[in-house]
């Protein structure tokens, strides 16, 4: 390796061990807190959902699901996951193209 590769090589990991030591550590507590929840009023089109793409907590204003009656006429409470799903057997030969299709004309996709 040439003088000029090295002296590259020696300040590029350099640079990256002063960059890493400099750092302050990360305060995951005050970043959570910036982002709190408050819900002060019952409004059934604005529930609460949260979630991490697998998986979806819809709370009300208690922060758990215990007034589903008032979200009847709105977002319902609901609790859902990728991981839930059942597998059993197709005992009745049933085809996807028996499925209730929706969607827009050109990209009608089978509601299953």
Same mark, same amino acid.
């Given at each position: 390796?040439?003088?000029?590769?090295?002296?590259?090589?020696?300040?590029?990991?350099?640079?990256?061990?002063?960059?890493?030591?400099?750092?302050?550590?990360?305060?995951?507590?005050?970043?959570?807190?910036?982002?709190?929840?408050?819900?002060?009023?019952?409004?059934?089109?604005?529930?609460?959902?949260?979630?991490?793409?697998?998986?979806?907590?819809?709370?009300?204003?208690?922060?758990?699901?215990?007034?589903?009656?008032?979200?009847?006429?709105?977002?319902?409470?609901?609790?859902?996951?990728?991981?839930?799903?059942?597998?059993?057997?197709? #005992?009745?030969?049933?085809?996807? #193209?028996?499925?209730?299709?929706?969607?827009?004309?050109?990209?009608?996709?089978?509601?299953?």
């Amino acid at each position: 390796m040439s003088l000029c590769k090295r002296y590259a090589v020696f300040v590029s990991v350099l640079c990256t061990c002063l960059s890493a030591t400099a750092q302050d550590a990360f305060n995951r507590q005050a970043w959570v807190q910036r982002h709190n929840i408050h819900i002060q009023t019952i409004d059934s089109l604005s529930s609460l959902t949260v979630g991490n793409g697998g998986f979806a907590f819809t709370a009300d204003i208690t922060g758990l699901q215990s007034f589903p009656e008032d979200y009847v006429h709105g977002i319902p409470l609901g609790t859902m996951s990728d991981w839930g799903w059942h597998s059993f057997p197709n #005992d009745s030969n049933y085809k996807i #193209d028996e499925a209730v299709r929706c969607g827009r004309s050109r990209f009608m996709n089978p509601y299953i």
